[in-house]
């Protein structure tokens, strides 16, 4: 019996033999992700300016918020395929880097001479001066870890088709955050104050440990988002490859 659009079976009901289905991005849902996935980004760049150091462990400001980001890719690249994970993924490159030039020019901007006015100056190039930096190591690290989350979710959906949603978001989700955390540290660790290597192998592990930690804890939350958008987006199943 043809499926009828817009009403898709759930994953576990799928045969094993079943082809990848994908939606096309014409209802507002991939909208909406992606703005989300871009403020997540931007606003994170703005917090790994800031060095933590919580007990024994270090990490930085924007520790909460990053793996949102990963969280939401997965929910694109699995409704929607690579292709369209891709262009997400350059889409929020873009808007970041606009976000750093925005901040540039803010900080350039003469401003008034009283005593309040040069504090708040100099607090701004203390919180966004470094960020230029962070946005670097973040785009770079984003855009590759990002890319081989979402490239290994659609492989091995190809093989697995609608099943096993939970291996393939944990199995890539690991492999993207070890990229990302590795790139990320490398460029962004002098900028919030990280010197050593004692403490850079600390940051990076915490950082890899801590991201790859909470993706699996939501996964069943992921799980959730992905078959509530399967259902409503009426051309799941319209699209076979990505």
């Not at 900080?107 to 008034?112: D, R, S, T, V, Y």
């Not at 959906?157 to 890539?172: C, N, Q, V």
Request: hydrophobic share 50%.
């Amino acid at each position: 019996m043809p499926a009828v659009p817009g009403h898709n079976t759930a994953p576990e009901t799928t045969s094993p033999g079943s082809p990848a289905k994908f939606a096309s991005i014409g209802s507002p849902y991939f909208g909406i992700m992606l703005a989300f996935m871009a403020v997540v980004l931007i606003l994170s760049n703005i917090g790994a300016s800031k060095g933590v150091a919580i007990g024994p462990i270090v990490t930085d400001g924007g520790f909460f918020l990053f793996p949102l980001a990963y969280i939401l890719g997965d929910v694109i690249s699995e409704v929607y395929g690579f292709k369209v994970a891709r262009k997400a993924i350059f889409a929020t490159f873009a808007l970041s880097v606009f976000a750093s030039v925005c901040y540039w020019v803010i900080i350039a901007l003469p401003g008034f001479d009283d005593e309040y006015s040069i504090a708040k100056q100099s607090a701004l190039e203390g919180a966004l001066g470094p960020v230029p930096q962070i946005v670097l190591a973040s785009l770079l690290a984003f855009l590759a870890g990002q890319t081989i989350n979402s490239w290994i979710l659609v492989k091995m959906k190809a093989r697995t088709g609608e099943k096993s949603l939970w291996a393939r978001l944990m199995g890539s989700s690991g492999a993207g955050e070890f990229v990302d955390t590795l790139i990320f540290c490398s460029i962004a660790a002098s900028v919030i104050g990280i010197t050593d290597f004692g403490t850079f192998v600390n940051y990076v592990v915490v950082g890899f440990v801590y991201k790859t930690l909470v993706e699996f804890l939501f996964v069943p939350v992921t799980a959730s988002v992905i078959a509530w958008v399967k259902k409503r987006e009426p051309s799941y199943g319209a699209v076979a490859a990505s």
